[in-house]
Every structure is written in C-alpha cells, then in structure tokens.
T-cell receptor
C-alpha cells in the first residue's frame, strides 16, 4: 500500500473552505486515494475516494494531481463539526486500510 | 441509515482474562474488519474476514486473537488472555463489496485491561 504524508495540523475559519493536502508520491496506477475522518475517538467515517479524476460528493471534493503524486481534500464550507483528524489512505487492497497519523483540522469560529 | 453497532461500549477486564467484543455489521455487507486504536495513537488494522474465513491479518493479530461470525449477523473478536497492552479502542467495520474502500465503522469498544 502507498505511503501518504500529511501535515500534522491545520486551522480553518468557520464558513471558509478547508483544503487538506496529502502527498502520495509512491502511489501506483491501480491504487486509489481514500479519505476518512475521525471525530474525537469516534469510529472513523468515510468521506470520499478517487483514482485519477476529481471527485465530489455531498461531503467534500477530492482534487488529484495529474501525476497522482498528491491530492487535496476540500471541505467547501467548514463548520465547527468538521473539527476532526483527517486521514488520507492509499492502496489497492480490498481488505485493509493502512492508517497514518492524519491531519488534525481545527475549525475556529 | 443502516449502521454498524458494537457492544459493549466499554469493557474492563483483568489481565489474563478472556474477552469477547461483539459487532453487528450492516446486513448486506460481505467484508468485515477489526481495527484497534491505542489512546493517542493511530488506527491499526487487525484482521479482515470474508466468506467465513480470515482474508488478511496483521502482525498484531497473534494466536491470542480470534474472530468468528457465529450466525448471520454477529461478528466477534476474542482475546484469549488479555495483556495490559491490549487496552485500546477496538473498531469493527464492514464493507459491501470489493470494488471500493468505503468501510463503515462502528462506534468502538473501549477495552481497559487492569
């Protein structure tokens, strides 16, 4: 599975877009990029995933660079409830997720 | 919306005792997982289960651990002889099919070994 690198923490003002970067320079052609988040020791929550194309759902957008070495998760209008640890996970296994340390995102009023 | 449930929410046990953590995955899901998270640390994969057998397991999942799907709904993790270092939050997850990583996680069981 691909190794990912994320900043340990970020702040964002409430109502603004939160942009969370992730480097996955070793990702191979058949490996997806997945984003999960964990709010204060609750069970992790799936956000979005992508392979090559940019993706959008009701929670977020995922922008993947053309060389697929990095991506950005965008929360378009961050709220206080988006304060969480965000995990970028790369891999192609159907069976396990390999977690890094993630980015602790703090939304400030 | 369907969800993964786990019981108990908190289990306290003495070192050397056996514990069983229980999970009810989402009903039409076929892939099941256990992860653990020691306080303040990252989430760690333990084991995956599909078609009534273990698909993959990590180095953490040694002979002290076992999993079972005793009926059509429950998925259990057993730790035979608990150690202090087994104290952690244990998360169960399930996934519908193998084309996506969209795993749905339960709320977790906090295991405290004294």
């Amino acid at each position: 599975d691909a190794k990912t690198t994320q900043p340990p923490s970020m702040d964002c003002a409430e109502g603004r877009a939160a942009n969370l970067p992730c480097n996955h320079s070793t990702i191979s052609g058949n490996e997806y990029v997945y984003w999960y988040r964990q709010i204060h020791s609750q069970g992790p929550q799936y956000i979005i995933h992508g392979l090559k194309n940019n993706e959008t759902n009701e929670m977020a957008s995922l922008i993947i660079t053309e060389d697929r070495k990095s991506s950005t998760l965008i929360l378009p209008h961050a709220t206080l409830r988006d304060t969480a640890v965000y995990y970028c996970i790369g891999g192609d296994s159907n069976y396990q997720l390999i977690w890094g340390a993630g980015t602790k995102l703090i939304i400030k009023p | 919306e369907p969800e993964v449930t786990q019981t108990p929410s908190h289990q306290v046990t003495q070192m050397g005792q056996e514990v069983i953590l229980r999970c009810v995955p989402i009903s039409n899901h076929l892939y099941f997982y256990w992860y653990r998270q020691i306080l303040g640390q990252k989430v760690e994969f333990l084991v995956s289960f599909y078609n009534n057998e273990i698909s993959e397991k990590s180095e953490i999942f040694d002979d002290q651990f076992s999993v079972e799907r005793p009926d059509g709904s429950n998925f259990t993790l057993k730790i035979r002889s608990t150690k202090l270092e087994d104290s952690a939050m244990y998360f169960c997850a399930s996934m519908q099919r193998e084309v996506t990583y969209e795993q749905y996680f339960g709320p977790g069981t906090r295991l405290t070994v004294t």
